[in-house]
DNA sequence: GAATTAATTGAACGTTTGTTTTATTATGGC
DNA sequence: GCCATAATAAAACAAACGTTCAATTAATTC
């Protein structure tokens, strides 16, 4: 009827957090009813309202959150060099690493935008659009130095990150490949697809690996 | 109160198909509700129950016949001849141009998975598998024919398809791209990206191309 | 032109939705 | 041990949901 015994606000934002990810990533965010996560919590509806005004808001959270990890995620995985090689090869590792590490809110950030309203969309597009620049100036730089070889930097840096996402669509730990596995076989993907140098010879070609797995 | 002039069974569903395809990509599948549908096609919400028995099997119709679609069109296009490399650029072609020109139908298949039910879900994803086989089969062909240079095939497949069906998350018809020059930039990114030998020359080398825009 | 069938309306059904209000109890500081 | 306050329960709200039903009219058939 009342505050319960043991009760603690911070666990519980952090638990309806947490919940709330795991459930809109599986269902959706129109699917999931507020008093459907509160029993997930193990709470009534309106404790919910404690912590996040209205149900959009927790979504909108969720995804700032999101995408705000992912930018510091990349600010501190950035390398210092200017080798665009370098810098291409930490942006994948670090854009992969993060995507199966927080693979539900990644979900939820890609497939309910539409629920947002206008400002709130704007806010998260504004966010998703400084990461994306980063790789367009890699792109960029690579292409300008001659270390890529790149037809449309803007286009191949969405195929670009198109197929990186993508990982999260199919990849589950523990099944046939492993993370390491798994970002090699994207690393070299990447550097192909961009006609990179190899970092030793002189000459464009392709990086070549040896067969592993048909 | 009753039948309306002029009404007609055949016209009135292919108008609810049209209708849901659209609102279901834009708003998505729980977001719209079978009043706004009825209200988009001019019509009351009861008079949908007459083509489609529930809400979900509408969804199904949808995504099924989206499904066979691309199958079939896949088979109208796939060519003759057993070359990998013309097989994979007929199927790159495929995709993308089938993609584009069904857009929000590409949506709805893509994003609304979760709302099928377990069976229905399982029909669709069988569907959709074997049509990605038939990417697979043409990269190992190509690999073993000594075409491709890949590390591994299944996930070759997943990236490939990944990138290429996200073209229609950013891609909008009178922009600053055709569709002609999406379709060439992604053929070389997926002929590099799967180490394509030349069709004229012996050795192994990337597509070079002219650098038409940064 | 009567009989039949096809297409649709309008009202209603019971549920569920997000959210608010009010009351009640546990906790932490003094 | 009291007091302020933080945390929750329980009940209620109006609105919207998918769906059903009976009534009614247009088109078709003969």
Redesign the interface.
């Known amino acids: 009827m009342a505050r319960t015994t043991g009760s603690d606000g911070g666990r519980t934002e952090a638990a309806v957090r947490e919940a709330a990810v795991s459930l809109i990533a ?3 965010y ?2 999931m009813s507020m008093r459907q996560l509160a029993a997930e919590v193990g709470v009534q509806a309106a404790a919910l309202y404690r912590y996040f005004p209205t149900k959009e808001e927790l979504l909108f959270t969720i995804m700032r959150e999101h995408m705000e990890g992912l930018g510091e995620a990349w600010q501190k995985a950035r390398p210092a060099g200017p080798d665009p090689r370098e810098r291409l090869s930490a942006y994948v590792r670090n854009h992969i690493a993060f995507h199966i590490k927080r693979r539900h809110a990644t979900h939820v950030s890609n ?1 309910e935008l ?2 947002l309203s206008p400002d709130r969309l704007t806010q998260i597009l504004r966010m998703r659009t400084a990461y994306e620049k980063e790789l367009r100036a890699i792109l ?1 730089d690579g ?1 300008e130095a001659g270390v890529f ?5 803007g ?2 840096a ?6 990186m ?2 990982v999260i ?2 990849f589950r730990p523990g099944e046939r ?1 492993s993370v390491a596995e ?1 970002t090699a ?2 690393l ?2 990447t550097m ?2 961009v ?1 990179a140098t190899t970092h030793t010879g002189e000459e ?3 990086h ?2 040896a ?4």
Chains 1, 2 share one sequence.
């Not at 969405?158 to 197929?163: E, G, P, T, V």
């Not at 067969?211 to 048909?214: P, T």
């Open positions: 599986r269902q959706g129109e699917a497939m539409r629920s960029r292409a070889s790149i037809e449309d930097t286009l191949t969405m195929a670009l990150i198109q197929m996402t993508g669509v199919w490949l798994v076989t994207y070299s993907m192909r697809l006609g464009r070609d392709v070549e690996h067969q592993l797995r048909s």
